[in-house]
């Protein structure tokens, strides 16, 4: 059936046709997407205004310090030695099939790690663990009613909740991604002079990074610090239901922050290519 | 007084409440009754200005609190003290910084009247000596009892309880609306109390109404309703299991 012949029932019939109805179901999808948009931008201009003009709670930013930082330095030092362990294995192999000169091996993979790597893998890494717990934090907070508990004391919910986590998270998230990309230059290393006799110093090579790859680099770490607690903290703020609501809040943290660093990365890098390498 | 006009409210696709009008007298103990999932909490929490309704408008002193921004509206709800249902206590605080809570917030107090207030509070609702606790070590009675300290520690002139006396023993729950009574009097202040405990909450209210499925069913003193004719608000009263509930 066609659009036209959906319409044309609903005229005839009272009833919406078909076409109607699915029409009628797009909108309301793209209205709901486009709250959910505003109030996501709104959280983050409170999150701006909050994080210079709220109200300190004293050690609330040191706490998320410990929450986000400490407790992630185990889990982020492995994974990201690993990653480390397997980009330089298969960069390895491939050059040994074409050329065999792995001479420069070191100089690109660090340029990589600096640039892109480190930041975008940790951050996503970040994002499962960080961004799930702060959306499952403040999640359960809100089926529970500690929320309207919060607001009928004054506490604005984006400034009790979202400015500590969004302070501690710009700063341990540079942090432990400037310790991701140590840990990848170190385990590349090891994985190239253990597996393919390339020597720490010939590998150890900072020729190719200069300021524009550590501009680069850190302002990813900076952008992806500040989007992950304000995805999650959204996801959280508009949780509804029980523990299942928790639930997909938790999830749509992860994917939304995810994704969040993937769209930051992309735009990062395009301006980065205009500004530095145009 | 506060004066709720043509309230609508839907979540989805349900509809919560459903024109929805009463006045609540000031200095009095208004009660709230009706079975599970009626719509009262979601009354209450447009009283409170805890959510916007979809048509209508709920006005304290005159003042359309639907209306408001968010900032106009946190500066009345300073005005309101409220027990939730769940007791919404903040985990990540012991007892003692849950009932300081508000007084940090909203009070200019120095720490030493806030310890004094909060000692004061426990003391009242039996809990002296439990202020290092956290709220997940205590029954769920002890917390109801500290969610009511921190409900009652600002002196507001508007009180809401949600539910104040469920998860307690009859004799802690009479005590418990017999406070929450003599608190009421003493501050003049206005309060709206839902309960599933019919016969303690008559014991103490000036004026009841009941609710079912959205709707405002009854409204009007203790005695009319206990002689009410309507059969829905008879059968609620009496606890029969014959009728139309």
């Known amino acids: 059936m066609s659009v036209e012949a959906g319409v044309v029932k609903a005229g005839q019939g009272g009833q919406p046709g078909w076409a109607a109805r699915r029409l009628a179901g797009i909108g309301a999808g793209a209205l709901d997407n486009a709250r959910a948009a505003r109030l996501l931008y709104s959280i983050f201009i409170r999150t701006l205004y909050y994080s210079v003009r709220g109200r300190r709670e004293k050690g609330a930013v040191l706490r998320a310090c410990y929450g986000i930082g400490n407790r992630s330095l185990f889990f982020l030092t492995a994974v990201m030695g690993f990653v480390g362990m397997i980009m330089v294995f298969h960069s390895c192999t491939q050059i040994n099939r074409i050329?065999?000169?792995l001479h420069l091996v070191g100089a690109t993979y660090i340029q990589l790690v600096v640039r892109d790597f480190a930041a975008s893998?940790?951050?996503?890494?970040?994002?499962?663990?960080?961004?799930?717990g702060i959306a499952a934090e403040i999640g359960s907070m809100v089926v529970t009613d500690q929320v309207d508990a919060l607001r009928m004391c004054a506490a604005e919910?984006?400034?009790?909740?979202?400015?500590?986590?969004?302070?501690?998270?710009?700063?341990?998230?540079?942090v432990l991604l400037v310790w991701a990309m140590f840990v990848m230059e170190v385990s590349g290393m090891l994985t190239a002079w253990g597996m393919f006799n390339v020597n720490p110093r010939i590998f150890w090579n900072l020729s190719m990074v200069d300021f524009r790859d550590l501009a680069t680099g850190l302002t990813k770490c900076l952008a992806f610090g500040a989007a992950i607690p304000i995805v999650s903290g959204y996801c959280g703020l508009t949780t509804f239901g029980g523990a299942e609501g928790v639930g997909w809040a938790t999830t749509r943290a992860v994917v939304w922050s995810c994704f969040a660093t993937i769209l930051l990365n992309f735009i990062i890098s395009t301006t980065a290519l205009y500004v530095f390498w145009a | 007084m506060i004066r709720v006009v043509g309230l609508r409210k839907r979540f989805g696709r349900k509809t919560v409440l459903e024109d929805v009008g009463v006045d609540i007298p000031a200095g009095g103990l208004w009660g709230l009754i009706g079975p599970g999932?009626?719509?009262?909490?979601?009354?209450?929490?447009?009283?409170?200005?805890?959510?916007t309704p979809d048509a209508g408008r709920v006005e304290v002193e005159g003042q359309n609190i639907s209306a408001?921004?968010?900032v106009a509206r946190q500066k009345l709800r300073s005005r309101f003290g409220m027990l939730f249902q769940q007791n919404a206590l903040f985990d990540s605080l012991t007892v003692a910084e849950n009932i300081a809570f508000p007084l940090r917030r909203l009070t200019a107090l120095d720490e030493r009247q806030i310890a004094e207030r909060v000692a004061e509070r426990l003391a009242r609702v039996g809990l002296a000596?439990?202020?290092d606790r956290t709220p997940n070590a205590?029954?769920?009675?002890?917390?109801?009892?500290?969610?009511?300290?921190?409900?009652?520690?600002?002196?507001?002139?508007?009180?809401?309880?949600d539910e104040p006396t469920a998860g307690l023993d009859p004799v802690t729950s009479q005590k418990i609306f017999d406070l929450l009574r003599a608190e009421q009097i003493s501050r003049k202040s206005t309060a709206l109390m839902i309960s599933s405990d019919v016969a303690g909450l008559m014991s103490v209210v000036d004026r009841v109404a009941m609710m079912l499925r959205g709707r405002l069913l009854f409204e009007g003193t203790r005695d009319e309703a206990l002689a009410s004719s309507d059969p829905y608000v008879k059968q609620f009263l009496r606890g029969e299991t014959e009728g139309p509930l």
């Open chain 1, 99 to 101: 050329t065999g000169d």
């Open chain 2, 37 to 51: 999932a009626s719509g009262k909490t979601v009354l209450v929490k447009h009283v409170a200005g805890l959510l």
């Open chain 2, 138 to 161: 205590l029954s769920g009675g002890q917390r109801k009892r500290v969610g009511i300290a921190r409900a009652t520690v600002t002196q507001s002139e508007y009180l809401i309880f």
């Open chain 1, 157 to 174: 919910p984006v400034d009790y909740l979202i400015v500590p986590r969004f302070k501690a998270s710009v700063v341990m998230t540079t």
């Open chain 2, 129 to 131: 000596g439990f202020g």
């Open chain 2, 68 to 70: 408001m921004g968010e």
């Open chain 1, 121 to 132: 893998v940790g951050s996503m890494m970040l994002a499962t663990r960080v961004g799930a």
